[in-house]
C-alpha cells in the first residue's frame, strides 16, 4: 500500500493558494486535512531517510501555510510539502536535497534544490549573486530542474514508505557527488596557491608537473572573488582527459610554462598552430570572462608569445544569450579568435563553441 493516495494529492492540488481564514469553520478542517494528510505524510517519510545511514540530516516543518495579514489570520495555502535534506554542516547554506508533494505537478519530488526566496521572516541564506549560479547549476534554460526524480500521480501508490525511503536514498547516493560540487563551487573557500614556477614556452604534452592544493582557492586580489581550486583541477583534469581522447595525447598539453612565469591551462596542437585553453571557475560567468580574456590576450599577444589559432574560455557555467552576443561581438568587431565554452563535470562533455 502506497504512503500517498491519490485523492488527497488531488485535493491538496485543488485547494493550493486557496485563501485561509483562521476561525472560519470550513478553512479549519481544510487546514486539518492538509496537516494530517499530505504534510504528515511527507513527514514521516523525512524521518525516515533521516533514520537510515547514509549520514543526512533533515529539516521540516510542518506549516502548510504562507504567512498572511491580519495579524496571520488570513493566509495562503503552499503548494508543496518540501522537507530539506542536506550534509551535516550544511544548513543554513541554501543547498539542499528536497523531497515532497507539488502540488501543481501532483506529483512526488526528489531533487536537488536550493533557496529560491527565504521563507516568511526567515534569512536568505543566499546572497543574489549564489542564487544566479545556483540557477545555472541547478536548473535546465526551459527552468526545470536537472537532478530531479518524479513520481507521477498514476504511480504513487504504488509507493510504500519503506520504497519512498529507498528511492531517496538511492536517488541521493547517485548525485552526492554533484550535491558537493555545487556546494564548494556557491560556497568556496579561500586558501592562497603558490605562484607557478617560470619556464619557456615549448609544446610537451601531458599532464604538466604544477601540483594543485584541492582545499585551496584560485584568488583575484582586486575584486576579492575567489574560485575553488577543486573545481578548477577537476575541470582541468577532465578537459584533459576529453580532448586527448578526441585529438590525441600527444596534441594536448595541460599546464605549459611561459617565459613570462605564467601558464597556459590547456593547449592543444592543430597542424601547425595551437589553441590556448583558458579555465576558469568564478561563481559569475561575466567574472570568469573578464578574467580569461586578459589572460589570453597575453599569452598570445605579449612580445614574448606566441600567436594562437584561437582562444577558448572553458567554464562549468552554460553560455547564455548575453554571452553568446559577447563572444560574437569580439570576434566580428575586433576580430579576436575568441570562443567560449561550458564543460559540463556531471556530464563530463564539452559544449559547443559559442
Not at 552576443?325 to 565554452?341: D, G, I
Request: charged share 20%; proline share 6%.
Amino acid at each position: 500500500m502506497g504512503l500517498f493516495t491519490i485523492p488527497e494529492i488531488e485535493y491538496f492540488h485543488e485547494v493550493q493558494g486557496r485563501t485561509y481564514h483562521a476561525g472560519v469553520l470550513e478553512d479549519e478542517l481544510l487546514g486539518h486535512v492538509l496537516s494530517d494528510g499530505v504534510w504528515e505524510k511527507t513527514k514521516q517519510w523525512a524521518k525516515s531517510v533521516q533514520r537510515s545511514e547514509i549520514g543526512f540530516e533533515v529539516s521540516f516543518r510542518k506549516s502548510w501555510q504562507k504567512s498572511g495579514w491580519d495579524n496571520g489570520r488570513v493566509a495562503q495555502i503552499k503548494p508543496y510539502t518540501w522537507a530539506r535534506v542536506f550534509k551535516p554542516g550544511d544548513d543554513g547554506k541554501g543547498i539542499y536535497f528536497t523531497i515532497g508533494v507539488d502540488a501543481g505537478s501532483q506529483s512526488l519530488l526528489i531533487k536537488i534544490h536550493y533557496q529560491e526566496q527565504a521563507r516568511e521572516q526567515a534569512k536568505a541564506l543566499l546572497t543574489p549573486l549564489q542564487r544566479q549560479l545556483c540557477e545555472r547549476l541547478i536548473k535546465s534554460a526551459d527552468g526545470s530542474y536537472t537532478y530531479c526524480q518524479e513520481i507521477r500521480l498514476q504511480n504513487v501508490e504504488e509507493y510504500s514508505l519503506e520504497r519512498l525511503t529507498a528511492e531517496t536514498i538511492a536517488f541521493i547516493q547517485k548525485y552526492e557527488s554533484t550535491y558537493d560540487l555545487i556546494m564548494r563551487m556557491v560556497w568556496p573557500t579561500l586558501t592562497l596557491p603558490p605562484l607557478p614556477p617560470p619556464g619557456p614556452i615549448s609544446f610537451e604534452p601531458g599532464l604538466g608537473p604544477k601540483s594543485t592544493n584541492p582545499n585551496g582557492v584560485l584568488y583575484t586580489k582586486p575584486e576579492q572573488t575567489i574560485q575553488p581550486a577543486l573545481i578548477h583541477l577537476q575541470v582541468s583534469l577532465a578537459l584533459h582527459r576529453h580532448l586527448s581522447e578526441i585529438y590525441g595525447h600527444q596534441a594536448v598539453s595541460r599546464e605549459m610554462h611561459k617565459s613570462n612565469n605564467t601558464l597556459i591551462d590547456m593547449v592543444r596542437q592543430e597542424g601547425d598552430g595551437l589553441l590556448f585553453y583558458e579555465i576558469k571557475t568564478y561563481p559569475s560567468i561575466r567574472t570568469c570572462i573578464r578574467e580569461a580574456i586578459g589572460q589570453l590576450l597575453e599569452y598570445s599577444y605579449w612580445t614574448t608569445g606566441q600567436l594562437a589559432k584561437e582562444l577558448i574560455i572553458v567554464t562549468p557555467l552554460p553560455a547564455d544569450e548575453e554571452t553568446r552576443s559577447y563572444m560574437n561581438n569580439l570576434r566580428t568587431t575586433l576580430n579576436l579568435p575568441v570562443w567560449y565554452q561550458q564543460f559540463d563535470l556531471s556530464q563530463n562533455t564539452l559544449s559547443s563553441k559559442v
